[in-house]
T-cell receptor, first 114, second 112 residues
Framework: DTAVSQTPKYLVTQMGNDKSIKCEQN?????MYWYKQDSKKFLKIMFS???????INETVPNRFSPKSPDKAHLNLHINSLELGDSAVYFC?????????????FGSGTQLSVL | QKEVEQDPGPLSVPEGAIVSLNCTYS??????FMWYRQYSRKGPELLMY????GNKEDGRFTAQVDKSSKYISLFIRDSQPSDSATYLC????????????FGSGTQLTVLP
């Protein structure tokens, strides 16, 4: 069983479109994240949700809107896609009652905006 | 300046070599340090985690932290082709947000 699963794995779309990426974790974790990894492999946090509540919201255009229907799911909706949004997006989860922030990552969604 | 700087590589070594991967950080609030390994087209996975200055060993891997010089390292002994991946260092403060800050990753290739 996949611990953190995200779909789709690949997403190719035109500029200006709206798209969503879904994420689910079956680890019982209470915190979920979205990270963006650029072409140089730099991983940057976008959002963090703890028990469906937004706790981290980095400087991300408001075209990006996370939605957490329950603590096992954190979806990412992107409006009016731009060329610069092309990247790999990773969902992750962790248990915040532990001292360390051990993140479990999904396999990523490679988004290509044409 | 990024809070966590990492030697960009890429690094290519022969099988059996000792590999040294390094990061420096600037934020004194960082208390916990991690190394993640990321295979091609996969998500990062936690490899090593350490809190205090000194060495932590796990099989062929040794994580080293020097808080006085804000320097973290990962050593891989007897490197194998299966170690070929991108290695990301990460740091986290003990504050309430506790979010990880990643280095930019070092791509390692171990040649058979």
């Amino acid at each position: 069983d996949t611990a953190v699963s995200q779909t789709p794995k690949y997403l190719v779309t035109q500029m200006g479109n709206d798209k969503s990426i879904k994420c689910e974790q079956n680890l019982g974790h209470d915190t979920m994240y979205w990270y963006k990894q650029d072409s140089k492999k730099f991983l940057k946090i976008m959002f963090s949700y703890n028990n469906k509540e937004l706790i981290i919201n980095e400087t991300v255009p408001n075209r990006f809107s996370p939605k957490s229907p329950d603590k096992a799911h954190l979806n990412l909706h992107i409006n009016s896609l731009e060329l610069g949004d092309s990247a790999v997006y990773f969902c992750a989860s962790s248990s915040r009652d532990r001292l360390n922030e051990k993140l479990f990552f999904g396999s990523g969604t490679q988004l290509s905006v044409l | 300046q990024k809070e966590v700087e990492q030697d960009p590589g890429p690094l290519s070594v022969p099988e059996g070599a000792i590999v040294s991967l390094n990061c420096t950080y600037s934020n004194s609030a960082f208390q916990y340090f991690m190394w993640y390994r990321q295979y091609s087209r996969k998500g990062p996975e936690l490899l090593m985690y350490t809190y205090s200055s000194g060495n932590k060993e796990d099989g062929r891997f040794t994580a080293q932290v020097d808080k006085s010089s804000k320097y973290i390292s990962l050593f891989i002994r007897d490197s194998q082709p299966s170690d070929s991946a991108t290695y990301l260092c990460a740091a986290v403060s003990s504050g309430s947000a506790r979010q990880l800050t990643f280095g930019s990753g070092t791509q390692l290739t171990v040649l058979p």
